[in-house]
């Protein structure tokens, strides 16, 4: 039991839950991450990645363990749209470049840095909630930024992750980066929550438009078929 919160003291809980009440479509999350989960987020990503992006870090359960996996010389650029998280990661992390934007406008944060395109990303972000337009935006930057090769990782908590909505966002990602992802169940979390990992197998010139419904949840190990003849819930594993 001790494993199921993120370490985080009481004053990251009182923000997040403090930006759940004010925004809960964006926030998305009653209590921080897991170690577990956060573990599990990053257990794909290289060591040397030249460009990581972290998309909704929040109070920064996944962000201390990007930055315990990378090596010194990698640029990690966090984006959040709540005001409240970026200062907590700033502080907390000064060598994390956390930036106050949208993960709609990926394209324009890349461009100001100097940085043609990027190489693994991590979400939090819970596109459970998001309006269907954000939703569709920022999927369409991300396929038009991530490096053919490179990966997406988010999770989906496994109440959820068999609903119509679900299976839709990673129709939609399946489509986006030219396959399904690998995925593992993480027990050790509350809820208990699947990681996803999506490899882009397409060039980036191949960005799709197609319509993105609003989810019903999100957010490695084994391969995500999701064909129309085997859409059903999983079978629970071990993380």
Not at 104 to 116: N, S
Request: hydrophobic fraction near 40%; include cysteine.
């Amino acid at each position: 039991m001790a494993d199921l919160t993120n370490g985080n003291g009481l004053r990251e809980h009182v923000l997040l839950f403090s930006r759940f009440l004010r925004n809960p479509r964006t926030v998305g999350a009653l209590a921080p991450s897991s170690r577990a989960l956060a573990r599990a987020m990053v257990a794909d990503l290289p060591p040397h990645s030249p460009v990581v992006v972290e998309l909704g870090p929040g109070t920064g359960a996944f962000t201390g363990a990007i930055v315990d996996r990378l090596a010194p010389d990698a640029r990690f650029l966090a984006v959040d749209i709540e005001p409240a998280f970026v200062k907590s990661i700033c502080e907390r992390w000064p060598s994390v470049e956390c930036v106050l934007a949208s993960a709609e406008h990926l394209e324009e944060l890349l461009a100001g840095r100097g940085l043609d395109a990027i190489d693994h990303v991590i979400s939090g972000l819970p596109f459970a909630s998001l309006p269907l337009a954000m939703t569709r935006r920022i999927l369409d930057s991300l396929a038009r930024t991530l490096r053919p090769a490179g990966t997406f990782t988010t999770f989906q908590y496994a109440h959820a992750f068999g609903l119509k909505s679900a299976r839709l966002f990673r129709s939609q990602m399946d489509e986006r980066m030219g396959g399904p992802p690998h995925r593992h169940l993480v027990w050790k979390n509350f809820p208990p929550a699947y990681v996803l990992t999506w490899t882009r197998r397409t060039s980036s010139s191949a960005t799709t438009s197609a319509p993105v419904m609003s989810m019903t949840a999100s957010g490695a190990g084994r391969r995500d078929t999701e064909s129309s003849a085997s859409r059903q819930r999983p079978a629970k594993s071990a993380s």
